[in-house]
């Protein structure tokens, strides 16, 4: 049986997650690529970081994204959420708080999920004094719908 999740279940399926597949346009071909992100529940945005290359290049010129997370339990039990939003590259102060505000949720949630401390990535927003930095980017969500599956 499959089931439309209320905007607030689909919510929280993104909070409790951290990896999802981003999809975008580059040269009139849909890409699809996993992502690590954090949603930010106050702001209710994506926060996302990359390297430079065709992704970015490509969601600078099409800021149109979606992004899909899924939360399986079995093969025949499982949440899925997909968001459509809008593209954001941040960068100086706003994009080393967004970035910390990133490095401080995963790691909450990787605690959580996965029972590990980890240790290096709060060292993860110290990167932005470095010549090698992430680009950060926000995805501002226009609409969330999700599924649930259960038997």
């Not at 401080?104 to 010549?131: C, H, Q, R």
Request: aromatic share 12%; glycine share 4%; net charge neutral.
């Amino acid at each position: 049986m499959y089931i439309t999740l209320e905007a607030k279940e689909s919510k929280f399926v993104l909070e409790n997650n951290y990896l999802g597949h981003l999809s975008y346009i580059y040269q009139n071909r849909p890409y699809v690529v996993p992502i690590t992100y954090y949603y930010d529940t106050a702001k209710n945005v994506i926060i996302c970081y990359s390297g430079e290359g065709h992704k970015m290049q490509a969601m600078r010129q099409n800021n149109r994204v979606a992004m899909n997370v899924i939360d399986v339990a079995a093969l025949t039990k499982w949440k899925s959420v997909t968001i459509h939003g809008i593209f954001e590259q941040l960068f100086a102060s706003e994009a080393k708080s967004y970035l910390h505000d990133f490095s401080l949720g995963i790691k909450a949630l990787v605690e959580e999920k996965e029972l590990k401390e980890l240790s290096f990535i709060s060292e993860f927003s110290s990167k932005m004094v470095n010549e090698n930095l992430p680009m950060i980017f926000i995805i501002k969500i226009d609409e969330i719908t999700g599924k649930l599956r259960k038997d």
